[in-house]
């Protein structure tokens, strides 16, 4: 859920197969539509453009990178270019991701430097980011996808558990406790399973039917809970907000837009980063983004207390830069019946 697999599958991946298969009518509408607004698409480039930079430095390799992105969003955009067209956007999709980003490919450039991204950097950044928030020394890695953050944490000492929807963790995850989830609300650990659950940019890939029950889930498994998110429309005031907006110039650019373009612009990064860039185009993407205000009211009403909120933005370690946030709660009620 969290961290999608590596795709280095058969040649056929993106070829005929693909029209068999149906990226949701709803995602699509929602691309489009940020796909139509210019002002949308020109951020989400700079971001991605930026992302991709760092993790290229050599300038030949900034110029396949460049050429690329171009491409890329040039024909994204022109997909929509008479109006909404879900169609010609799910076509476009696996064009790119099959033709241009060459999924089924591991040994293309591009993807030998994502997957070394996706399996080492990303996880050594998130992890020197988030250990000073875990409180306890248990973990649940909720959405644990690759399990490479997972393994992270327990080399550092932590007891860690994992579970998602499927079962994908490398090879370097697979001796942790592992429970798959049978539904998207079940609950695969008993109470008190761990100190905190780490919940890691996987909310808003679940729709607003099932979010109730896995928060009430996430109560009963662990004492506190460490969420990051994307989020938009960021309150004045926020725990870090005045120093990520004095350090990073796309988080300025992102809060100057209208709400509705910040949202759109995150619905246009998680498409490309996931569906193209990531090459899972059916992948379960709701684009329930809320802002921060939202997620306390839900979260205080499925027991638990948010604690702190701080700000992360546009953070340097990421090839697909996001506004993240990130949210510390506690379990409102200390006891849970089993």
Known sequence: MAHGPFCGGNKDTYGMAATRRTIPEKT?????????NQQVVNF?????????FETFPDALERIRVQNLLDEAFEKLTLSQQGGVNPGKLAETTYSLAGKTFRKGDSSFWFNQ????YKTRTK???????LKPLIQGNSILDYGCGSGYLAARFERDGYKVFTTDVLDYRYEEARHLPFARMNSATGVPFPNDTADTALVHAVLHHIGPDELPAILRGLVGMARHLLIEEDTYDLP???????????TQPLLRSFVRMPCHAQYQAL?????????????????????EFKTVGEWQRILEMSGFKVVRALVTG????RMHKSCHVLILCDRANRTVSS
């Open 44 to 52: 989400v480039q700079t971001s991605v453009q930026s992302g991709y």
């Open 28 to 36: 699509l509408r929602t691309v489009s539509l940020a796909l139509r």
């Open 236 to 246: 004045a005031g926020l725990e870090g907000l005045d120093e990520k907006l004095a």
């Open 267 to 287: 619905v246009l990064i998680d498409y490309f980063s996931n569906a193209i860039a990531q090459g899972i185009p059916e992948m379960n993407m709701p684009f």
């Open 123 to 129: 996880s050594e950044g998130d992890f020197q980011q």
């Open 314 to 317: 546009f953070k340097p370690d």
């Open 113 to 116: 430097r994502y997957h070394v």
